[in-house]
């Protein structure tokens, strides 16, 4: 009889996880404050600042570079459209680039 190896055991999907409930926008930082520096910063740069792929149109995300969104000094703000500030979080998720 030849020794198959054992299936690993499965994951009781039942059994309850600890969930981290995530912070509130206020919590993270994201108040009124951030509102109007977040305006302010988009009327100032209406285009994203990313441009992946030659993007060149209209931002609606602001993006801190240094992740941290209590930190809205103008140097740590770009402007972004969607899909390249998703594609800039993918990326520097996938490549372990994200330190903040
Ligand atoms: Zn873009």
Same mark, same amino acid.
């Given at each position: 009889?030849?020794?198959?190896?054992?299936?690993?055991?499965?994951?009781?999907?039942?059994?309850? $996880?600890?969930?981290?409930?995530?912070?509130?926008?206020? +919590?993270?930082? @994201?108040?009124?404050?951030? $509102?109007?520096?977040?305006?302010?910063?988009?009327?100032?740069?209406?285009?994203? +600042?990313?441009?992946?792929?030659?993007? $060149?149109?209209?931002?609606?995300?602001?993006?801190?570079?240094?992740?941290?969104?209590?930190?809205?000094?103008? +140097?740590?703000?770009?402007?972004?459209?969607?899909?390249?500030?998703?594609? @800039?979080?993918?990326?520097?998720?996938?490549?372990?680039?994200?330190?903040?």
């Amino acid at each position: 009889m030849s020794e198959l190896p054992r299936p690993a055991p499965r994951l009781n999907l039942h059994k309850p $996880q600890s969930i981290k409930p995530r912070l509130t926008t206020k +919590e993270r930082g @994201y108040d009124h404050r951030w $509102q109007k520096t977040r305006f302010r910063k988009l009327k100032e740069t209406p285009l994203c +600042e990313f441009g992946f792929d030659g993007c $060149q149109i209209g931002a609606n995300h602001v993006h801190h570079r240094d992740h941290n969104p209590k930190n809205n000094k103008p +140097e740590n703000l770009l402007s972004s459209c969607g899909p390249c500030h998703m594609t @800039y979080h993918r990326k520097s998720k996938a490549a372990r680039l994200d330190n903040g």
